[in-house]
T-cell receptor, first 109, second 115 residues
Framework: KNEVEQSPQNLTAQEGEFITINCSYS?????LHWLQQHPGGGIVSLFMLSSGKKKHGRLIATINIQEKHSSLHITASHPRDSAVYICAVKGWNTDKLIFGTGTRLQVFP | EPEVTQTPSHQVTQMGQEVILRCVPISNHLYFYWYRQILGQKVEFLVSFYNNEISEKSEIFDDQFSVERPDGSNFTLKIRSTKLEDSAMYFCASSVPSGSVYEQYFGPGTRLTVT
């Protein structure tokens, strides 16, 4: 069983739709990251969370530590949001990030 | 805005050859990492490096791999004798602690193709 599970694996949306991507994890964590990977392969950090909620522009990330669950929301989605969104967690007393398999998002005009 | 850089962007090598992948972390960062992503798979941790030594490594990081910070700016990953299965995207990351958390900043990656 993967320590980090994301759903859905693939997501298509029309421009303007509200998007939700989910991440569940099975280990104790000190932080959770949401990352964006574009077709060229580069990885960009969107958020790092250890509790509560963060907002940046049209992106909102929430985490529920008790339920071991996080969500990434995109409001008013746009074709340029098309990318793979990856959840990664960092445990206690470890340096490494454990990655989910990613959610491939395509937003059509 | 400061960023992590990696060179080359794409490296093609023959099986059995040595390769060195280079990274320049963000200048005030203290922790350095290498990850890899085999095509179609998830990103995997290889190694972390702090205070001029390896602080943690995965089971993937065997004797064929080594890391070095040869000067104040570069951080390198060496693969001694490449295998076909080493073909992957290799990402460098760096971080600086902020309280108890360490946000990692990723470079653009080096695509390694072993033929």
């Amino acid at each position: 069983k993967n320590e980090v599970e994301q759903s859905p694996q693939n997501l298509t949306a029309q421009e303007g739709e509200f998007i939700t991507i989910n991440c569940s994890y099975s280990v104790g964590i000190s932080a959770l990251h949401w990352l964006q990977q574009h077709p060229g392969g580069g990885i960009v950090s969107l958020f790092m969370l250890s509790s509560g909620k963060k907002k940046h522009g049209r992106l909102i990330a929430t985490i529920n530590i008790q339920e071991k669950h996080s969500s990434l929301h995109i409001t008013a989605s746009h074709p340029r949001d098309s990318a793979v969104y990856i959840c990664a967690v960092k445990g206690w007393n470890t340096d490494k990030l454990i990655f989910g398999t990613g959610t491939r998002l395509q937003v059509f005009p | 805005e400061p960023e992590v850089t990696q060179t080359p962007s794409h490296q093609v090598t023959q099986m059995g050859q040595e390769v060195i992948l280079r990274c320049v972390p963000i200048s005030n960062h203290l922790y350095f990492y290498w990850y890899r992503q085999i095509l179609g798979q998830k990103v995997e941790f290889l190694v972390s490096f702090y205070n001029n030594e390896i602080s943690e490594k995965s089971e993937i990081f065997d004797d064929q791999f080594s890391v070095e910070r040869p000067d104040g700016s570069n951080f390198t990953l060496k693969i001694r004798s490449t295998k076909l299965e080493d073909s992957a995207m290799y990402f460098c990351a760096s971080s600086v602690p902020s309280g108890s958390v360490y946000e990692q900043y990723f470079g653009p990656g080096t695509r390694l193709t072993v033929t």
